[in-house]
């Protein structure tokens, strides 16, 4: 299976002059005694207005090999005997491609999550979740060996492999470094909405849910219907 990791397109320029706007609107509509829970309650306003923030790509391309013989079963001489026909034999090998966004949900900020301790400042994030925007086959690279008594295969049963090869590629996604790319660019980007309020970069720092741990891939994962 190949895998290859690109770093999502991210609107983060109009994220950045959305903040930008609104605290510059901010600090210039108060005196220098500006409320710290006003300047909270924009932070919070602004971060999650941003709505989904896409931060890592990877594209995947998997190639589905099936087989299938058809057997005859009885009993000879008190066995059991089972044996394949001859000439009965299909194979079929299907390229699929798959493209998994990474994406961190915005929306879901509440101020909870922002924590102000002195000129320190930290942002705790939901979870990264992915979504698999696309399966696709690659039909003119499918190759398929039909013995001489059995039909090819039809565009049901391709669609079934397709199915499993979605699956799989799931499950290998939870073998790659994609929620921790994910994370790592979120951070990049939300730090400097913090120093847009007025927050110094070094007094910013992001976090995750501290309970999130490899077993709970799965849960992360949302498909296109």
């Known amino acids: 299976m190949n895998i290859i990791k690109e770093n999502a397109l991210v609107i983060y320029c109009l994220c950045l002059l959305c903040v930008t706007a609104a605290c510059g609107n901010h600090k210039t509509g108060n005196a220098p005694n500006t409320d710290k829970k006003d300047t909270m309650e924009v932070l919070v306003t602004n971060i999650s207005a941003c709505s989904r923030l896409y931060t890592a790509q ?19 001489l008190n066995h059991h005997v089972k044996m394949a026909l001859p000439l009965s034999d299909r194979k079929i090998a299907i390229p699929i491609s798959a493209t998994a966004k990474a994406f961190i949900d915005l929306g879901k900020i509440k101020r909870e999550n922002i924590i102000k301790r002195g000129d320190r400042l930290e942002i705790i994030l939901p ?30 049963e391709m669609t079934s492999l397709q199915g499993k090869g979605r699956n799989e590629i799931i499950e290998s996604l939870s073998k790659t470094n994609i929620v921790t790319d994910a994370r790592q660019n979120a951070a990049r980007l939300i730090v400097p909405i913090a120093v847009q309020c007025g927050f110094k970069e070094e007094n910013v720092t992001v976090t995750f849910r501290k309970d999130f741990h490899p077993g709970n891939f799965n849960t992360l994962i949302r498909q296109l219907k």
């Open 58 to 76: 990877y594209d995947v391309r998997k190639i589905m090999i099936y087989t299938d013989t058809t057997t005859i079963s009885g009993n000879f």
């Open 127 to 156: 979870d990264p979740e992915i979504m698999l925007t696309s399966t696709r086959i690659d039909h003119k690279s499918v190759k398929q060996k039909v013995g001489l008594f059995r039909h090819d295969f039809t565009d049901e």
